[in-house]
């Protein structure tokens, strides 16, 4: 398969104040393929996912250096707006964040945000992108339940559902499954699988099987470093840094 | 309520640790007992106020009849007529209009504070803010009887001390606590809301009146209801810019009484009858802010229940 890149990020730092949370890296990321991000805590993973749609703009201490290219164009550049981009680049947070209000409400939330009035499509948005996270046999009967009352594993497929409703085209996780149990595990993965077909998935786990399990290319990130990124297969088998070995391994520290 | 630390059944403390356990014992005792006292006292004296006003008003009430007491226009101690009706409309409509400034500034203030200013400025403004809430209410008479009163007169018509003057008086004066109360209200919904939100392609206006706007609803509505209870119950700065004319108002500009004016007003002469109206009166005043106060009270429960 051709490798068509779809973001590519050249020589990006993250700063908080004055601690340095990514030190340039640089790498491309392909279109319709998971790329897995593995890593110990606190090496960046998830300040990286937040650079790519800009949610590290939130914090006034942070500040972004080198390019990020979305298509072709830097997301940084000051004609690039923030809240378009992140109809671009969803993501789904760590630990499930339903807004306080029905599943149905949240799944339509961001489809209503961009104009969406008719019912009829966003009673189709909501099956079919709950359908997709494998959440639809489960909730089809009570959509106006308030999805706090959901199970964690539950939220997490809606956050994903609800991400998937914005139609973006790249897809941002960030440890989706660290709270959730196998069977919650493996669904999540199921959708993933199939959702790479239309989208751009970028999954930083914890759980080094998990990125061995579903992602196309690996990258091991340590210190806000890019240590090392491949084929999946390549990263977990003969990997070229003796660091990323001791890593997927379990030998590190 | 709690175990004490020294008792049997922990035989295995160290000899050390009871000794000093028993000095603590006694002084943990002391305090608790000085501490119910206290409470207590408290309790008690709030108690034998609102019985002694009960004891006071009811009978009042109960000899002319709660509808003529309440719903009767004319007020005129002297030939024995005591309807309150007047001031009871002047005190909703003070009341009334003091919300309709306060409530949508106060809660602007609020939103501003919490999702448009920096952390370490919100910190020092929203202390100060609290700060307006001690200042004297004969303070805030005085600016409107010398600056407001003849503002309206010259640009409204009117005597200047009206009515208007009295909700905008009053609307400034309960500022404090409603933004200080929807400040709590707001920085208490979780972070991940507003990440929620955002992550979703909302703008930050589209994730606060939609999001957290919705999920402090509560919190301010309480706020806004304690205000009217500080509204209904505010006297002095009231008194000044009112005019207190007994009538019924057929305009903003018209000069009025509240109940609580009423009170203030008539209680250094008042004898016999006359003082037990005024008493009934406060029965009133008693009963509409414990009303607000437990509305209040539901608003907030509600918000820990959901
Ligand atoms: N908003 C912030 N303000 C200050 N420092 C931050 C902020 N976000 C992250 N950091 C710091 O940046 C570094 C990288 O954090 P990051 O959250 O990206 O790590 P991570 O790889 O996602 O870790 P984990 O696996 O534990 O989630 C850490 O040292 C962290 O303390
Ligand atoms: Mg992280």
Redesign the interface.
Known sequence: MERKVKISVQNLSVFFGRHQALRGLSLDIAANRILGIIGPASSGKTSFLRALNRMNDLDPESRAEGRVLLDGADIYHPSQSAVQLRKRVGMVFALPMPLPMSIYDNVVYGPRLSGVRDRATLDEIVERTLTSAFLWDEVKDRLNLLALRLSGGQQQRLCLARTLAMDPEVVLLDEPCSGLDPISTARIEDALSVLKARYTIILVTNNTKQASRVADETAFFLMGDLVEMGETSQIFTVPKDQRTSDYVTGRFG | MQDTPNTPAQPKRPVRRVTGGVATWCRDQLARYVFLAVAFSATVSLLLIALFILKEGVPFIIKIGLKDFLFASEWDPSVGKFGIYPMIIASLWVTLGAMLIGAPLGVAGAIFLTQFV?RSVMRIIKPMIELLAGIPSVLYGFMGVMVLAPFIRNHFGGPGLSLLAGAIILGIMVLPTVISISVDAINAV?R????????????RW?SVH??IL??ARSGIIASVILAMGRAVGETMAVIMVVGNAVKIPHSALDSVRTLTANIALEMGYATGLHRQALFATGVVLFVVVMILNSLAMAAMKRKAG?
């Not at chain 2, 991940?192 to 992550?199: P, R, V």
């Open positions: 920096p979780p991940t809301y507003l990440e929620g939100a955002l992550a979703l392609g909302a703008t589209q939609m999001v919705k999920a959901s």
